[in-house]
């Protein structure tokens, strides 16, 4: 499951960040996601969930910003944002078109990656 490998590493980072200041637990962990990782944040709160029980982030709230996702055009250079339609979404497909001049030469520069931006601990 995409979403559960995304919350164990999402755990993995708060809980050593969590060890480096000897924390006794995690009550809050912030995140951004892009929006081209294809997550469903009620998912991924679910998978959260079960990654963390038995540990010190173990009831912990998990805040999520969707961020959306920027494309580079290879054509013109320029810098689009860009988020799913919904085809994108039902298909897995990720084609992206230039905003400037239409071309569908680009990349992905940003939007999928999740990013542990905050954690709130109790010492
Ligand atoms: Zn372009």
Redesign the pocket.
Same mark, same amino acid.
């Given at each position: 499951m995409h979403e559960f490998s995304f919350a164990y590493n999402i755990f993995k980072v708060a809980e050593a960040t969590a060890m480096k200041y000897n924390a006794k637990k995690i009550t809050q962990v912030y995140i951004e996601i892009g929006e081209l990782t294809l997550i469903v944040p009620h998912l991924l709160q679910q998978s959260f969930k079960m990654a963390t029980t038995g540990s010190i982030a173990e009831g912990a709230e998990l805040k999520i910003e969707i961020v959306p996702g920027k494309i580079r *055009? @290879?054509? *013109?250079?320029?810098e #689009?944002t860009v988020s799913l339609s919904e085809e994108a979404q039902l298909t897995g497909l990720q084609l992206f078109q *230039? @905003?400037? *001049?239409? #071309?569908k030469?680009?990349e992905i520069i940003s939007g999928k990656n999740a990013t542990v931006k905050n954690i709130k601990i109790q010492e």
């Open positions: *055009c @290879r054509d *013109c250079g320029k #689009s *230039c @905003r400037h *001049c239409e #071309s030469n680009t």
